[in-house]
């Protein structure tokens, strides 16, 4: 009985001690930059007063990570910064209780973002009640939201130049061979990439939110399909066997493909459980395919990483294949260097054309959440942004695309130069007399 009395006692005073360190815990002070004041709620992005009643109702506490690994909840009870605020942006807020905002405070003041997996620290986070969509309040982590204009003026200034470039492609009839024709469809497919991922930017597509991600996917998925069938055939070229494949069978590589990859995907989206091999098209509140996790690997950067690379290859081995046909000319005192050295300054063109820029949204996508190389791939991604303007620039504001749209408008037969997605095949004969 006296042993019974011992080991009883001893409980008590192990279970008092661990209540008095958890009330120690909650109670202690958690240093954070407040948003506003701390009786202030924020409602749509502005601090309000709160009522006595929500004063009274609300807790100010926050769950937080110790560096053990040991969940426990702090009061937020003075600041140590002035309120935070974002003066060009709106200010976003974070929340546990949803799949796709949720994040992890710990005991430092860091916070890990879950979506993207980047943490920040004190100075780039507040905390504050918010006015919640069921109603309630409760206090939150808010940031910054990341500014849109940069990349909706870029996107906007590159669709206008696609729609331009196409334009010219189809009023003038020699621009249409088989390469200009996969090049078309490229730049279509590419608008209206840029056309959804712009409604999922600004919030347009809420209303038919599943279908812009899939439309969207489909149009990208289906613009590097045309990528590819572009290098196949610019690849032909430059080795002087052009393909004598119809421009329908190709219609039907890149349309089909594109079908089929899209069709796998909405299956996905509706039968797979496992939520990191679901492709959540439409879901935590994207209307684009999720690209926060490996499962867009699986449905979206897996194929695009298979095209890039054959893309690649095709285009190191017509680089290969022109420094070879150098070397020959200057032995070869009889072929006239010149078609060669106008294909060497052909290669920004090559590099556009086949795809290779493209090769950076694979390494973004794979380094996402470090924060340097995300801040020195923003470079790459502008450019990818860019890619109406630069094809617009490359390929229509140049001496022979200007000489043929002239012969077009004014009617006037004149010689002009071959345009440069025919240069190839204008000098393959040239590179067929070299020993």
Known sequence: MGKMR??????VTALLLMIQTINAQYFDGFHVSLCCLKDQVLINGECFDMTEWELNKIDFSVDVTLYNGLLVKKYLNRQWNKPMSCETTNMLYLDNKTESNGYTLFEDGTLLRHYDKVTMNQREYCMQPQLLEDGSIRIVPHICEASKTGQTVVMIISMICLLLTISVYLLVQKLRDLVGKCFICYMGCLFMGYLFLLFDLWDLSKGFCMTAGFLGYFFVISAFLWLNAISFNVYNKFRGTPSKLPFLLFWIYAWGTAVVLTGITFLANK????????????????CWINSRDW?????FYGPILLIVVLNVIMFIMTVIHLIEMKCNSEHNQKVDPAPIVKDFAFFPHL???MGISWSFEIVSYLVQGNKFWEDVLLVADYFNWSQGTIIFVLFILNGSTLKLLKERITGKDETTKVPKSEIAQKHTKSYQRMP
Do not use: H, Q, T
Not at 6 to 11: N, R
């Open 295 to 299: 499962s867009a690997m699986i449905y």
């Open 6 to 11: 011992i080991l009883l006692g001893s409980f």
């Open 351 to 353: 590099f556009i054309m």
């Open 271 to 286: 039968l797979v459980e496992i939520n990191d091999l679901n492709p959540r098209v439409g879901k935590d509140d994207l």
